[in-house]
């Protein structure tokens, strides 16, 4: 499910050509609802994921071990979102 997320092509390059200082990423103790707040990008990751916003006060780590999922690929995800250039739309031309 995180592969697509992950297999951003030309955004995925350019995350990891322009990457954020390390005291800017997402981390495993950082709380859903801050990151919700800081990069309002990460929602709909947060969804896909199925986060519930009753984990909103809740450490990504401890929601994502709570949903089965593997904490790297998590923030992988957060903040492959949070930090790449946003998508251009079609409504733009």
């Known amino acids: 499910m995180l592969a697509g997320f992950l297999a951003g092509g030309v955004h995925a390059l ?6 954020p200082r390390f005291d800017q990423l997402i981390r495993r ?16 990751i947060f969804e896909a994921l199925r986060f519930h916003s009753s984990c ?3 450490s990504i780590e401890t929601v994502a071990r709570k949903n089965g999922l593997a904490v790297q690929d998590v923030l992988d995800s957060l903040n492959q979102a949070a930090f ?8 733009a031309r």
């Open 14 to 19: 350019y995350f990891y050509a322009t990457m």
């Open 84 to 91: 790449s250039p946003p998508k251009d739309s079609d409504d």
């Open 56 to 58: 909103d006060d809740c």
């Open 29 to 44: 103790d950082t709380i859903v609802r801050d990151v919700k707040q800081i990069h309002p990008a990460t929602v709909p």
